[in-house]
Protein backbone atom coordinates (compact mmCIF):
# COMPACT_ATOMS: atom_id res chain seq x y z
CA UNK A 1 0.00 0.00 0.00
CA UNK A 2 1.37 3.73 -0.76
CA UNK A 3 0.06 6.89 0.95
CA UNK A 4 0.60 10.09 -0.42
CA UNK A 5 0.44 13.59 1.32
CA UNK A 6 -0.07 16.87 -0.30
CA UNK A 7 1.18 19.79 0.95
CA UNK A 8 1.44 23.72 -0.26
CA UNK A 9 -1.95 24.57 -1.46
CA UNK A 10 -3.56 28.54 -0.63
CA UNK A 11 -5.01 31.69 -1.59
CA UNK A 12 -2.48 33.51 -4.61
CA UNK A 13 -3.66 35.99 -6.61
CA UNK A 14 -3.73 35.72 -10.32
CA UNK A 15 -0.47 36.00 -11.91
CA UNK A 16 0.99 34.99 -8.80
CA UNK A 17 3.05 31.43 -7.86
CA UNK A 18 2.76 28.13 -5.62
CA UNK A 19 4.48 25.14 -5.22
CA UNK A 20 2.69 22.02 -3.82
CA UNK A 21 4.43 18.85 -3.26
CA UNK A 22 3.65 15.35 -2.39
CA UNK A 23 5.31 12.79 -0.35
CA UNK A 24 4.28 9.13 -0.67
CA UNK A 25 5.06 6.16 2.06
CA UNK A 26 5.18 2.71 1.81
CA UNK A 27 6.11 -0.01 -0.74
CA UNK A 28 7.51 1.08 -3.92
CA UNK A 29 7.83 -0.65 -7.28
CA UNK A 30 10.74 -0.56 -9.91
CA UNK A 31 8.65 1.33 -12.39
CA UNK A 32 6.38 3.90 -11.10
CA UNK A 33 4.50 6.99 -11.77
CA UNK A 34 3.62 9.98 -9.99
CA UNK A 35 1.52 12.54 -10.81
CA UNK A 36 -1.38 15.71 -10.12
CA UNK A 37 -4.27 16.17 -11.14
CA UNK A 38 -7.30 18.47 -10.18
CA UNK A 39 -10.89 18.89 -10.06
CA UNK A 40 -12.80 22.06 -9.82
CA UNK A 41 -16.44 22.49 -8.49
CA UNK A 42 -18.58 20.63 -10.79
CA UNK A 43 -16.20 19.40 -13.21
CA UNK A 44 -14.09 16.42 -14.01
CA UNK A 45 -10.78 15.58 -12.65
CA UNK A 46 -8.34 15.91 -15.24
CA UNK A 47 -4.66 15.70 -15.53
CA UNK A 48 -2.18 18.48 -14.58
CA UNK A 49 1.19 16.84 -15.07
CA UNK A 50 3.34 13.38 -13.89
CA UNK A 51 6.46 12.02 -14.23
CA UNK A 52 8.12 8.45 -14.62
CA UNK A 53 10.63 6.92 -12.60
CA UNK A 54 12.25 3.68 -14.17
CA UNK A 55 14.80 1.86 -11.85
CA UNK A 56 16.99 4.87 -10.51
CA UNK A 57 16.36 6.94 -13.87
CA UNK A 58 13.36 9.99 -13.01
CA UNK A 59 11.64 10.92 -17.06
CA UNK A 60 10.86 14.09 -17.86
CA UNK A 61 7.47 15.16 -16.96
CA UNK A 62 4.22 15.40 -18.98
CA UNK A 63 2.63 18.51 -18.42
CA UNK A 64 -1.27 18.89 -20.15
CA UNK A 65 -1.60 21.82 -22.81
CA UNK A 66 -3.18 24.20 -20.32
CA UNK A 67 -0.53 24.74 -18.24
CA UNK A 68 2.54 24.18 -20.53
CA UNK A 69 4.88 27.02 -20.02
CA UNK A 70 3.67 27.99 -16.45
CA UNK A 71 4.27 24.61 -14.31
CA UNK A 72 6.59 22.50 -13.75
CA UNK A 73 6.77 18.77 -12.43
CA UNK A 74 9.86 17.63 -10.65
CA UNK A 75 10.89 14.86 -8.22
CA UNK A 76 12.41 15.50 -5.04
CA UNK A 77 15.97 14.64 -3.34
CA UNK A 78 14.52 11.88 -1.96
CA UNK A 79 12.66 9.66 -5.27
CA UNK A 80 9.20 9.51 -3.27
CA UNK A 81 8.27 12.61 -3.20
CA UNK A 82 7.08 15.21 -6.26
CA UNK A 83 7.08 18.98 -6.53
CA UNK A 84 4.33 21.14 -8.86
CA UNK A 85 5.78 24.86 -9.16
CA UNK A 86 3.08 26.91 -10.49
CA UNK A 87 4.04 30.18 -12.00
CA UNK A 88 1.74 32.88 -13.75
CA UNK A 89 -1.65 31.37 -11.89
CA UNK A 90 -4.82 32.02 -13.50
CA UNK A 91 -8.32 31.95 -11.65
CA UNK A 92 -9.16 29.01 -14.10
CA UNK A 93 -6.44 26.92 -11.85
CA UNK A 94 -8.83 27.14 -9.26
CA UNK A 95 -9.25 23.50 -7.90
CA UNK A 96 -8.52 20.58 -5.62
CA UNK A 97 -5.16 19.27 -6.69
CA UNK A 98 -4.66 15.74 -6.27
CA UNK A 99 -1.08 13.99 -6.20
CA UNK A 100 -1.47 10.15 -7.62
CA UNK A 101 0.58 7.32 -8.28
CA UNK A 102 0.79 4.24 -10.17
CA UNK A 103 2.68 1.11 -11.28
CA UNK A 104 4.27 1.59 -14.30
CA UNK A 105 4.79 4.83 -16.88
CA UNK A 106 3.09 8.04 -16.26
CA UNK A 107 -0.36 8.22 -18.32
CA UNK A 108 -2.66 10.94 -18.44
CA UNK A 109 -6.08 9.52 -17.91
CA UNK A 110 -7.04 8.99 -13.73
CA UNK A 111 -6.00 5.44 -14.07
CA UNK A 112 -3.70 5.55 -11.03
CA UNK A 113 -3.51 3.11 -8.24
CA UNK A 114 -3.33 5.85 -5.38
CA UNK A 115 -4.65 9.05 -4.60
CA UNK A 116 -3.61 11.52 -2.00
CA UNK A 117 -6.53 13.89 -0.13
CA UNK A 118 -6.48 17.10 -2.14
CA UNK A 119 -5.00 20.30 -1.01
CA UNK A 120 -6.57 23.65 -2.51
CA UNK A 121 -5.57 26.22 -4.61
CA UNK A 122 -7.28 29.47 -5.05
CA UNK A 123 -6.51 32.16 -7.71
CA UNK A 124 -8.33 35.52 -7.23
CA UNK A 125 -8.53 37.37 -9.97
Known amino acids: QVQLVESGGGLVQAGGSLRLSCAASGRTFNTYAMGWFRQAPGKEREFVAA???????????ELSDSVKGRFTISRGNALNTVSLQMNSLKSEDTAVYYC???????????????WGRGTQVTVSS
Open 51 to 61: TTWIAGTTYSG
Open 100 to 114: AARRGRAVSTTNYDY
